[in-house]
């Protein structure tokens, strides 16, 4: 089986995708000609010429407000925000467009667009090039939201959300473009920790949305994670010989509560561990769903290991990510309560 990158893995959905049905298009900013800031789309308009993917003018709300007039006219637009960071001026059209439009047109129209969007630190990337805005869109009713944590994951989730009727806000964690993460470093050994790839499978597959995953199974704590944040927990758990069973969410909306509900019923204890802010990030609603569902099987507080209550610090980054040193403090301390 092929081994490939996320970046590989990426392309290969949107180019597996786009053979299989011509309505699918992409486009975005120097996603055309260029293949993409990070080369995610290289190849593709050499490909399929230049009327399937494309470079878009600098206007994220122009971008999304078209895919949003094509999808409703019977095209499947994947397109390219080139960092999350970029997408604020797109929220309004996220929000009040293509989140609403099957539910206030009673159905008559659907929005099948997919908004791929960098997201998370570790690039040396700066305040407006490394932030992790999940939250901003789990809050939104009739969005989808998901993060990949592996090449495999992310090229099966890319293919399920490009054929999904709904929109897909698809968040690709840059640290883990050019391989797994290296979760055993609180500090980078390089920019881009590339590492053993992962086998992917050529030709269609795809992996359902609103389904987590287990990566580790534990008996003595349960953490939830996405994205880069699962190679953390695998290492604090590892650094710490805390018996701690790891769930990738994969997919923040659907939520794929019943895999978390069984897994801390069985432990009795849980730790939420994710990159963004703190305060209203998505790891408060994970801490309510599991106290709400899981209150009497509790053994100890839930926690929550997260990103500073600050803008992001280009000074201090790898300070500011949640490491496996901080993450392995609360698990002893979740363990001790």
Known sequence: ?????????????????????????????????????????????????????FDAPISESGIVGSAIGMAAYGLKP???????????????QIVSEAARLRYRSNGDFTCPIVVRMPTGGGIFGGQTHSQSPEALFTHVSGLKVVVPSNPHDAKGLLIAAIEDPDPVIFLEP???????????????????????????????YTVPLGKAVIRRPGADVTVLAYGTMVYVAEAAAEETGIDAEIIDLRTLLPLDLE??????????????????????????????????????????????????????????????FPGPARLGRALVETMEA
């Open 259 to 320: 895999t978390i509900v069984a897994s801390v019923r069985k432990t009795g204890r849980c730790v939420v561990v994710h990159e963004a802010t703190l305060t209203s990030g998505f790891g408060a609603e994970l801490s309510a769903l599991v106290q709400e569902n899981c209150f009497y099987h509790l053994e100890a507080p839930v926690a929550r290991v997260a990103g500073w209550d600050t803008p992001y610090p280009h000074a201090q980054e790898w300070d500011y």
């Open 174 to 204: 840059k640290r883990l473009y050019n391989g797994p993460f290296d979760g055993h470093h609180d500090r980078p050994v390089t920019p881009w920790s590339k590492h053993e790839l992962a086998e992917v499978a050529d030709g269609h």
């Open 78 to 92: 994947c397109v390219e925000v080139q960092f999350a960071d970029y997408v604020y001026p797109a929220y309004d």
């Open 1 to 53: 089986m092929p081994r490939r990158t996320m970046i590989e893995a990426i392309r290969d959905a949107m180019d597996v995708s786009m053979a299989r049905d011509e309505r699918v298009i992409v486009y975005g900013e120097d996603v055309g000609f260029f293949g993409g800031v990070f080369r995610c789309t290289q190849g593709l308009q050499a490909k399929y010429g230049k009327s399937r993917c």
